[in-house]
């Protein structure tokens, strides 16, 4: 007997009917003598209909209250298996994040989960009863409900199985596993067996969209071996877990791309110390992640500062930024959506040098433009426009030898 | 100052545009120097939405899941009108039922209020926070979510009137207020300027659906006046409040009908003591409740007993009563959808001698046939074939002297 996390996403509880097939597959798991707790999204499109009512009510909706509108989602998908679960015959039990509770930060909309409660969920699991947990939720240290941002419910499933020590986390999703690049952009991209926690993170943070990135840095922290797998079907997914020898051996596992960042650049900024600092406080201050940075060289005490952010923080971004610019003097601030991120990832370009030579060539003879450009000890990230996305990822796959 | 409480049904936000008109006159009661606190409903629709949702995943959904499923459409409301309220620059904060906390017994899908406890809200009204509540949903002492039952937003509001002791409750619908009878069935159909809790209570329990049964008397027991009166214009509505002298003269104040009842007969059961009481029993242990009892004098030591409930209860009071049945040896059990109730209410009636006479003489002289009778000091019901109530409402509505 096994303690086990199941984890399914909107697509799969997207409607009654995938809901009771999802239902299937937790009382095979529970049938076959295992403790089991589900941790459950939102059923697909409700959270951006529950966005879309925010927006219409604000342009920048107030964090707070805009986790008390999204949160709802889950709730209701826990209710539904619940009740659907317990018409069977099968002990079952819904838990917000409340009632568990999961204990985050104040962060409105963007929470980190600091604790996590497991007394009544083991008396649970302890009468026979399935769990049914709403991810991508928690309650802060004052009472009010918070949300963990896009995809939190990952990271849900991945603390409740290291705070409970299970003995595996499943993440069924609408794909097999984590592909060596999008199977839409890239048709020979193929499945990986497994992938490490460093490769993934990378892979994730870079718009690979199967995890979460904090659910990967949970499960690295914890060491919480995640199981990737399609809810459609019976098949093997794709193993995130710690590195092994076999997987040095790769120089590049797996190329990924981001549609959703965009660039804003200050341009004429005074070239003295701790100007960058100002702007990215400023930005921090309001809790906005900013992914790539670039500073030109000077010339003329002069210099641009170019960085990005997420597409959904760029109008924020911008109002901040501006403020700035006009307190720094800055001559121009510009902006541009249409940009993407093409990375490539592997444990095997820590010894392996030349990784970056050959990335920029290959995109150069394909007529690709380099914007910025970013690297970390087992990636390499550039970005370009948005309209060469699908042929940059093709080109790269291929030149790395994973056969597009 | 005063402390004034506001409650907007599911009509009034049932858009977002609906929810900023509601906001400005919640601006307007505050910037007048009020506390307020704002108790919501779910957006129009969308309990419905929910409760489709739990019917297709369970015939007869479990009540602990059922009002996790259906407490959301109220959370919503909240997260969204306050989120409007901040984006306008006023202090204004959501709570559900869990965070205020309103206590209920452990009654799934119909908790009672036991207590609230005022004291987060008072520290935000305090702070001049605009306070907006989740209606219809509270917390049991196990920490399970409750919800009221249909039109609980009203019980909610006034409850938290009574307990936070506020000068004045407001609910506020899609009608000017109180009226003598529908005014889509009888054009002549007269607003009230006021009405006791007591006519109000049996108005309520009748099918008039302006305010839920449970917060007239919760109302009637802390004496808190409620304002009825329409969202959608500034008309002064209709007083719910302590009787008065003036109440007393009216024979006949209001003429209401349901046609949310079906009525169950359990045909030849042996006439011995104590079996009225076995089928309502196992009735009341389902949490059924029970309108009109009508047993008919017994023959061949056989009697007929036969008694309302709503037709959403019907489902399972059959199955129920079947089983009773089959214990009691009783012949048949049959059931009938078909069917209304129409009563008439005033205070009027309890120095009034003939009052009964000349409502059945009413119906009689227009061919309506009474299947059931039940009376009480100050109304008298009848349970008459369903295609008959609209005459029928008209026809007692002129009867009584409202001129219909």
Redesign the interface.
Known sequence: MALVVQKYGGTSVGT?DR??NVAKRIIKTYDAGNDLIVVVSAMSGETNK?VA??N???????G??????V??GE??T???????L??LGYKA??Y?G??VPIITDGTATKARIESIDDARIRADLKAGTIVIVAGFQGIDSE?N?TTLGRGGSDTSAVAIAAALKADVCEIYTDVDGVYTTDPNVCKEARKMEKVSYDEMLELASLGAKVLQIRSVEFAKKYNVDIHVRSSLNENTGTMVTREDKEMEGILVSGVAYDKNEAKIAVMGVPDKPGIAAKILTALSDANISVDMIVQNVGHDSMTDFTFTVTKADLKQSLLITNEVAREIQAKQVVSDENISKVSIVGLGMRSHAGVATKMFSALASNGINIQMISTSEIKISVIIDEKYTELAVRVLHETFGMQC
Do not use: H
Not at 56 to 62: G, H, L, Q, V
Not at 64 to 69: F, G, K, L, S, T
């Open positions: 009654t809901m009771k529950l009512l925010a219409e009510m604000s342009e920048i909706p107030d707070r209250e805009y986790d008390v509108v949160a709802t709730q209701v826990t209710g539904l298996l619940s009740m659907y317990k018409s039990k819904s917000q409340w009632q009472g409900i």
